[in-house]
């Protein structure tokens, strides 16, 4: 977990404002004025522990630059088709991947990378800047648009340091929502003028004319509505294959780190399968739980009983 900041105005706080956002990068945060935009960087060091993968990463034609938070998960498969194609890498990061990922296929990035992710790549040459939210929207993004400014945060909080001049006025039917649902539906906040970016979509700002041009949607998940519910025990055995097949696929790939790598047991069934699977891929495996005193609520038996078994 990284935080990523962003804005076109050089008398905001961005010094303060990344400072908001060290819980998510306490390994080091950085402040960078790129041509018409300045891009702002708290690190959580997880791949590639060089300072050469400090954020922001500018490309070596000093045209990109990139701020990310999140991690590519196929980015080793990614790195040898763009080495292919004739990029040349100084890092082992994931960030020079995605960076080069999007200098090869723009704004269809996304259709050729997978992970969990929440990134802003500057193009200096053609005064844009592309805001991108992972499929699930699993890494948040926020931004402020006034109809010319523009700012962008991992966290509302990021925002609200950053733009001193701004006066942050409630949206109230933001707030009817929260008392209605529990929570504040994409892509409004709390306040006017500041939204979520919605899972699965980009977002295009014009750094030279102040103004947002596009803001699109790039995935939908597709649903298989052709087969019935009511399977047969042959069918139910395949499905039950396939799905071990994807679990493990799916975890193995998402445990590559230069970090120990652990996992939150609850001792239930999803948490119990996860950390199963990381053990048959690496035997050092630290497993955290949670108990309560109130026995009705307690779980860590559970937890217990499944480290025992592993």
């Known amino acids: 977990m990284c935080g990523i900041l962003g804005g076109n105005k050089f008398n905001w706080n961005y010094d303060d404002a990344?400072?908001?956002?060290?819980?998510?990068?306490?390994?080091?945060?950085?402040?960078?004025?790129?041509?018409?935009?300045?891009?702002?960087?708290?690190?959580?060091?997880?791949?590639?522990?060089?300072?050469?993968?400090?954020?922001?990463?500018?490309?070596?034609?000093?045209?990109?630059?990139?701020?990310?938070?999140?991690?590519?998960?196929?980015?080793?498969?990614?790195?040898?088709?763009?080495?292919?194609?004739?990029?040349?890498?100084?890092?082992?990061?994931?960030?020079?991947?995605?960076?080069?990922?999007?200098?090869?296929?723009?704004?269809?990035?996304?259709?050729?990378?997978?992970?969990?992710?929440?990134?802003?790549?500057?193009?200096?040459?053609?005064?844009?800047?592309?805001?991108?939210?992972?499929?699930?929207?699993?890494?948040?993004?926020?931004?402020?648009?006034?109809?010319?400014?523009?700012?962008?945060?991992?966290?509302?909080?990021?925002?609200?340091?950053?733009?001193?001049?701004?006066?942050?006025?409630?949206?109230?039917?933001?707030?009817?929502?929260?008392?209605?649902y529990l929570y504040i539906p994409d892509p409004k906040t709390m306040y006017k003028n500041v939204y979520k970016l919605p899972p699965a979509h980009y977002l295009v700002y014009d750094t030279k004319h102040h103004k947002i041009i596009k803001k699109s949607r790039y995935w939908k998940v597709k649903l298989n509505t052709k087969e019935g519910n009511v399977l047969s025990k042959k069918q139910l055995d395949e499905k039950a294959e396939e799905l071990r097949y994807h679990l493990d696929r799916v975890v193995a790939r998402q445990i590559i780190a230069d970090v120990p790598v652990g996992t939150f047991l609850s001792g239930g069934v999803d948490s119990s399968i996860v950390t199963s699977i990381v053990h048959e891929h690496m035997q050092d495996v630290t497993a955290y739980t949670i108990g309560f005193p109130d026995k009705r609520y307690d779980e860590a038996v559970y937890a217990n009983e499944m480290a025992d078994a592993c």
């Not at 990614?78 to 704004?107: N, P």
């Open 18 to 180: 990344i400072l908001t956002l060290s819980h998510r990068g306490p390994n080091g945060q950085n402040v960078k004025r790129i041509k018409d935009m300045v891009l702002c960087f708290a690190r959580l060091s997880i791949i590639d522990l060089d300072e050469r993968a400090m954020q922001p990463m500018i490309s070596g034609d000093e045209r990109y630059a990139i701020v990310f938070n999140g991690e590519i998960y196929d980015y080793k498969k990614i790195r040898c088709e763009l080495q292919s194609k004739g990029y040349h890498f100084r890092t082992e990061s994931d960030t020079e991947v995605l960076l080069y990922a999007f200098m090869e296929w723009k704004e269809k990035v996304m259709e050729h990378v997978d992970g969990i992710c929440a990134f802003a790549v500057l193009d200096t040459k053609e005064d844009r800047l592309y805001l991108f939210r992972d499929r699930c929207g699993v890494k948040p993004l926020y931004y402020y648009y006034s109809g010319t400014d523009f700012a962008f945060a991992s966290e509302l909080k990021g925002i609200k340091a950053l733009c001193i001049d701004v006066n942050f006025v409630i949206d109230n039917t933001a707030l009817y929502d929260y008392h209605t």
